[in-house]
């Protein structure tokens, strides 16, 4: 019922830049907040960073000051514009969608990222 696609992941050398995309299919307005994971081989998720429906941001301390979470309502769409990437970067990013109420996190596939010169 809940659909969210990622994309905009890949390779990429250290010190370079990505943005990822997260596509839903419905109103992001509808979830509480919307954010980004990340899970690298053999390690648990770990959060990335959120934006709730205010437009309140929250960051993991390994990103801060590098990434920024944004979202086009028009388009249903959040953003994660990653610079000055590092390998321990490397991972498969999440698109996550809470609904507060009903204590409910959607997530999408993953995207790639990988950082390596």
């Known amino acids: 019922q809940v659909q969210l696609v990622e994309s905009g992941g890949g390779l990429v050398q250290p010190g370079g830049s990505l943005r990822l995309s997260c596509a839903a299919s419905?109103?992001?307005?509808?979830?509480?907040?919307m954010g980004w994971y990340r899970q690298a081989p053999g390690k648990e998720r770990e959060l990335v960073a959120t934006?709730?429906?205010?437009?309140?941001?929250k960051y993991g301390d390994s990103v801060k000051g590098r990434f920024t979470i944004s979202r086009d309502n028009a388009k249903n769409t959040i953003y994660l514009q990653m610079n000055s990437l590092k390998p321990e970067d490397t991972a498969v990013y999440y698109c996550?969608?809470?609904?507060?109420?009903?204590?409910?996190?959607?997530w999408g596939q993953g995207t790639q990222v990988t950082v390596s010169s």
């Open positions: 996550d969608a809470w609904l507060g109420l009903i204590g409910k996190h959607y």
């Open positions: 934006i709730s429906s205010g437009a309140s941001t």
């Open positions: 419905g109103s992001i307005s509808s979830f509480n907040a």
